[in-house]
C-alpha cells in the first residue's frame, strides 16, 4: 500500500471548522460552576456531543474539591485511573494531575485509554495554575481525523483492527505494577483475560502484553464513525526521532516499550503512522489555559494532547462513564 504522505507539515482546518472546543464563559464574576450546571446539565452534553469538547471559563469552581464536584453533577462518580499508559499522581480521590513528562516534551494527540476494553467516555481537565507559555491541551475532533485519512488506510484498519504490543521492562517506562494498580501477578493475569489481552512474564520481572483492538468506532449517542485508538501514539516512530532511533538500536523490535502493528499482527509501514499523524495535525486546534478553566471532552470525539510549556502549569484530570 503507498500513499502520498510529501507534504509537510500540512496547513491547520480553516476557521470555518465548528469551534472546538466550545466555550461557555460564566454570566456573572462569582456564578459557581456546580449551581450552573444544576440546571445547564443537558445544554452541555448536547453542545459536549455536537462540538466534541466544552470549555467551562470564568466560573467559580472551589478547588479540587470543587472540581470533583463539577465531574459529578455532569458525569457522576469518577473513574479509578487503571492499565496505565503514563505517570500520573493522584491529587485527590479519582482527581490526578497530567501526564508527568518533561516539560520540554510533547505528548501527541490520543484518545484517553482507547487501547482497553473499556475506557472513559468523558474527560475533565481542571487549570489551577497556568503556565506561562505555551502548554494548551490541543483538541482534534475525531470524527474529521477519521475524514482527512486517505480511504484505502482507513479501509485497511477498518478491516482488519490494529494491535498493540506493551513491554513492561524494569528501568523503561511505566513497570507494571504501577500501571495495573497492584503487585500480584495472579490477579494481572486475570485482569489481562478479563480484557481480552495475552498476557506473558518475560525475564525474572518484565511484562509482556498484547492486544488486539478496533480502529474505528461507532459512538454511543451521535452513532457515527469515529477514529478511535491509540495506534499512531503508540506507535515508536510517534516518539522524538532520537528516542525511537534510540530505541530500535537498543532493543529488537519485539523488545520495545510500546508498538503497534495491524491488527493480524503485520507490521504497520512506518509511513502510513506518519500520514496519521499528518491527519491529526491538520485537525487540530488549540487554547490558552486560564486559572479555573474546566474543559469537558467527549473521549471518542475528541482526541488530546499537550504541548511543551513553561511555568508552573498544574492541570488535574479527572475520568467518567466507563465505555461498558
Known amino acids: 500500500m503507498s500513499i502520498d504522505t510529501s507534504v509537510q507539515p500540512a496547513a491547520p482546518l480553516p476557521d470555518t471548522e465548528p469551534p472546538l472546543p466550545h466555550v461557555i464563559s460564566a454570566a456573572a464574576p462569582d456564578a459557581s ?5 444544576a440546571d445547564a446539565r443537558e445544554t452541555v452534553r448536547r453542545r459536549l456531543h455536537e ?28 473513574l479509578t485511573y487503571a492499565e496505565r499508559s503514563s505517570p500520573r499522581s493522584t491529587i485527590k480521590g479519582q482527581v490526578y494531575t497530567s501526564t508527568d513528562y518533561p516539560p520540554a516534551e510533547e505528548i501527541f494527540l490520543h484518545n484517553e485509554n482507547s487501547y482497553q476494553a473499556t475506557w472513559p467516555l468523558t474527560l475533565f481537565f481542571y487549570c489551577i495554575t497556568p503556565p506561562d507559555t505555551l502548554g494548551a491541551t490541543p483538541l482534534a475532533d475525531t470524527r474529521r481525523v477519521l475524514s482527512l485519512i486517505d480511504p484505502s488506510v482507513r479501509e485497511e484498519f477498518a478491516r482488519r483492527g490494529w494491535t498493540v504490543v506493551r513491554n513492561f521492562t524494569p528501568g523503561f517506562g511505566v513497570p507494571w505494577q504501577q500501571a495495573f ?11 489481562c483475560a478479563r480484557s ?128 461498558a
Not at 494498580?181 to 485482569?191: F, G, M, Q, S
Not at 518475560?202 to 492486544?211: C, H, S
Not at 506507535?235 to 495491524?262: F, I, K, Q, S, W
Request: glycine content about 8%.
Open 196 to 323: 481480552g489481552i495475552e498476557a506473558e512474564w518475560v525475564g525474572r520481572d518484565g511484562l509482556r502484553t498484547t492486544a488486539r483492538r478496533r480502529a474505528v468506532h461507532q459512538h454511543p449517542v451521535t452513532g457515527e464513525q469515529v477514529w478511535f485508538n491509540h495506534l499512531t501514539f503508540f506507535h515508536v516512530t510517534t516518539l522524538a526521532e532520537e528516542v525511537c532511533e534510540g530505541l530500535r538500536e537498543m532493543l529488537d523490535e519485539a523488545d520495545l516499550p510500546t508498538n503497534t502493528y495491524y491488527g493480524d499482527g503485520a507490521r504497520i509501514p512506518d509511513e502510513i503512522v506518519a500520514h496519521l499523524r499528518d491527519c491529526y495535525r491538520r485537525a487540530q486546534r488549540r487554547f490558552d489555559w486560564q486559572r479555573d478553566d474546566v474543559l469537558i471532552v467527549d473521549n471518542m470525539l475528541a482526541v488530546h494532547g499537550r504541548e511543551p510549556f513553561t511555568g508552573p502549569r498544574k492541570i488535574a484530570v479527572a475520568m467518567a462513564e466507563p465505555s
Open 181 to 191: 494498580n497492584t503487585d500480584d501477578r495472579a490477579a494481572v493475569e486475570a485482569y
Open 33 to 37: 460552576a456546580t449551581e450552573f450546571l
Open 51 to 78: 462540538h466534541a469538547a466544552v470549555l467551562l471559563r470564568g466560573f467559580q469552581v472551589g478547588g479540587v474539591d470543587g472540581f470533583d464536584r463539577v465531574v459529578r453533577a455532569v458525569s457522576g462518580e469518577p
